[in-house]
């Protein structure tokens, strides 16, 4: 059980800055690969996504059919979620992994990079053995994480991230990324996200954990599962990792 509570980052927390979370990163192509392997590869039924955030991903599987929970801390962005066409079809919870109901899932996602939130090595492990037990037996895990040795983070700057969006209803909305410091494998940015109708700047620092792939293969196996296979996510080529483990046991009859 998880000694500290989460507390999500403003940028997902925050309610003015939730809402403009879709419109500022509206290229969600990142999502199709999930999907196709949900849908085409799996043949799932059933589905966990974990750090759903404002529920893109929950909202389009359930479009196809598919039973989804969606679990996030952030009370804002799943306020956004329940708010989408279609969020009715979907459970959502706000909380973490540990937080769940009991649950046979055939497949879970952390979509996004939600694998790089958990920086200490015990709520990474709690998590992963959370999701697994969501899992049915034969069940598959899904995620990606960023490989460190691209150093992805050295653009995370004002200069190269900075926009200026216009969002119908709310005006321009600038943001950008900042790197602040690099801690080994801890990166902490800051995000701040300005509303220029009325002048409100909303501040948000967060830090990523960017583990090994070696790492990460082994956290895997320490919660129980077994690990599928690792392949290059194909929306970020040669950046990042997606890895697939699997629940053990067979799928029941
Ligand atoms: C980069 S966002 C990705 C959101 C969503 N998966 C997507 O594809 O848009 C990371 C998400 O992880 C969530 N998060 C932070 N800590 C978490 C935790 N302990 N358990 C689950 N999700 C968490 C944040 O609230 C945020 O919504």
């Given amino acids: 059980m998880r000694e500290t509570e989460v507390v999500p980052d403003a940028i ?102 939600v694998a790089q939130v958990f920086l200490d090595d015990d709520d990474w492990a709690a998590t992963l053995v959370a999701i697994s037990h969501a899992l049915r037996p034969g069940g598959t895990l899904i995620f990606e994480a960023r490989r460190p040795e691209v150093r992805a983070w050295e653009g995370w700057t004002k200069e190269a991230s900075g926009q200026v969006v216009s969002v119908p209803g709310v005006g321009d909305v600038e943001d950008w990324v900042q790197v602040t410091s690099v801690d080994g494998e801890f990166v902490t940015f800051d995000s701040p996200t300005i509303f220029h109708a009325d002048g409100e700047r909303i501040e948000s620092t ?33 950046r990042s990792w997606l890895y697939l483990a699997r629940r053990p046991g067979a799928a029941p009859a």
């Fill in 12 to 113: 997902f927390d925050h309610p003015r800055v939730a809402a403009v979370y879709d419109p500022l990163d509206p290229d969600r192509t990142d999502l199709d690969e999930y999907a196709r392997i949900i849908v085409d590869e799996l043949g799932a039924r059933t589905l966990l996504d974990v750090g759903c955030g404002t529920g893109t991903f929950g909202v389009l599987l359930a479009g196809r059919g598919i039973a989804v929970v969606g679990v996030d801390p952030a009370r804002a962005s799943v306020a956004v979620a329940r708010g989408k066409p279609g969020a009715d079809a979907v459970t959502w919870i706000v909380g973490t992994a540990e937080d769940l109901p009991a649950l046979q899932v055939d497949a879970a996602t952390m979509t996004a990079n």
């Fill in 206 to 238: 967060s830090t990523l954990r960017f583990r090994s792939r070696a790492a990460i293969e082994d956290s895997i196996v320490h919660a129980g599962l077994e690990l599928v296979e690792v392949r290059d996510l194909a929306y970020a080529p040669g």
